[in-house]
């Protein structure tokens, strides 16, 4: 894929003397030139409210817009457009259910399941709902390598459980999840499938209806859109359920003095005006990536991580969280050098030119269950390659030289 390398202006960037190495993908991925301009047209050409005017920009905004919502549902394999809602991103998607499906659904007793390698976003929102209703917060474990316990999912989800809530895939470990056969499990308790798509859905084929999940949440600036724009999606039948959480101009049918009729799903939840520009500049992104093919980027991700895991591996001193099969994992890559604090270790990888992550990756729990503070993390995406898996190991390499015998 490295003709892709010119549609994205940023990579050309120079940080520190060196060439940019982008590989924190699992926190944000650069936009090709095709969405920036999408993005572009619609300011200096289209720029209007949608849903609300008859001249022609406004009819242009509003066929954009909402042709975006088709994109999105053909994109993920939902029956229909009107289960997608516009969101900031995967955060506010995931805590509309919790507030919304959560506070009108669950009580006292009933269970809410979680696993230990949840991002914040998906841990958070259910504390606040379990404490709120008097709920129980449950977790699975992981295996030895990081991956979902299925045996301790079966004996976790029990028919208290009202709600299960999964990542697809993680943005520590690597580990792509078994939704399928983790909501058959949770339906057969009774319960609804919830799952945080952000890490799957920019890397992998994802289709709602084969994996009959009831909720799937995902954001665009992580699958080469702009930032502030996610989508929610849902079954018809639970968004009907669904209060809106916030009220005011566009989510309503009619108002008077002291009642209110609210619009059906997804309006009655997108009050006020939206991000017009984003959601233009998300189906752009969903056009790029259909160009591509999910099923081209999954095998060209894993190439790379074939190429780069045993390479990382074979340092001395190195840790790798997450399945040593590539097979079994995204192009997420965390580990931590012995004596080296992942802070420093990104500084000096920056050195380089090679952007990595370093933190506790919004997923303290998480780090806790693996007995470290933080890790480093390098996540690779559809513009990166081999050669920028072979700086990433030079520049692990220098690092540790460095730290171990101060000098390079």
Known sequence: ??????????LQEIVNDEKLVYLDNAATTQKPRQVLDAIRNYYEHDNANVHRGVHTLAQRATEQFEGVRQKVADFIGANNPQEVVYTKGTTEALNWIAASYGRTHLHAGDEIVVSYMEHHSNLVPWQQLALQTGA????????????????NAQQVITDKTAIVSL?????????????????????QHGAIMVVDGAQAVPHMPVDVK????????????KMLGPTGCGILWGKKELLNEMPPLEFGGEMISNVGLYQTDFKAPPYKFEGGTQNIAGVI?????????????????MKHERRLVEYVLPQLTAI???EIYGPKDPRQRTGVLSFNLTGVHPHDLASALDMDGVAVRAGHHCAQP???YLGVSATARASFYLYNTQTDADLLIRAVLDAKEFFLNGSF
């Open 1 to 10: 894929m490295n003709n892709l390398l010119n549609d994205f202006p940023i």
């Open 136 to 151: 129980k917060l449950k977790y699975i474990g992981l295996t030895v390598d990081g991956q979902l316990d299925l045996k």
């Open 167 to 187: 990542c697809h895939a993680s943005n520590v470990l690597g580990v792509i999840n078994p939704i399928k056969q983790v909501t058959r499990l949770a339906h």
């Open 210 to 221: 084969e994996l009959d999940v009831d909720f799937y949440a995902f954001s665009g600036h």
């Open 281 to 297: 500049g998300l189906g752009a992104a969903i056009d790029y990536l259909n160009e591509i093919g999910l099923d081209k980027i």
């Open 316 to 318: 001395q001193g190195i």
């Open 366 to 368: 998480l780090m806790k």
